[in-house]
């Protein structure tokens, strides 16, 4: 596989090469190795800042993105461990979910609206039942 600068990295991953220092003190991305002490990168970390940056927007820890990424550090029951962070980080997306699909709806019906704020929208449906 193709060495890359740190540049080339953020580049290709869209993020700041501070970003992927970061990463990198953090222990998201392993420590590269450097030629004339320049950071060179393996191409197939663009996966890998891809999956931490969607982790990330979801509401995703960098505790909980390495855990994903590399396992717990305790071996006393890991499969104990997984499903619970799994279950409760599954149950706050779903909750985000909702979210997300509640705020669509206000404003799909803000476009589907003539009022010129949610406000004005709101008294409109107390008064008429719809706007």
Not at 53 to 80: C, M, P, R, W, Y
Not at 100 to 125: A, F, P, R, V
Request: hydrophobic share 35%; aromatic share 6%.
């Amino acid at each position: 596989m193709a060495r890359l600068s740190i540049g080339q990295l953020a580049s290709r991953s869209d993020v700041n090469a501070s970003t992927l220092r970061y990463y990198e003190s953090v222990g998201l991305l392993p420590v590269p190795e450097r030629t004339n002490g320049q950071r060179r990168y393996d191409e197939g970390l663009v996966d890998r800042i891809s999956f931490i940056k969607v982790a990330q927007q979801t509401g995703f820890t960098i505790q909980e993105i390495a855990i994903l990424l590399e396992g717990f550090q305790s071996n006393d029951s890991i499969n104990d461990q997984w499903e619970q962070m799994a279950k409760q980080k599954r149950f706050e997306l779903i909750q985000r979910q909702n979210q997300i699909h509640s705020m669509i709806q206000i404003l799909d019906n803000g476009l589907n609206c003539k009022c010129l704020t949610w406000s004005e929208c709101l008294e409109e449906i107390q008064t008429n039942g719809k706007c």
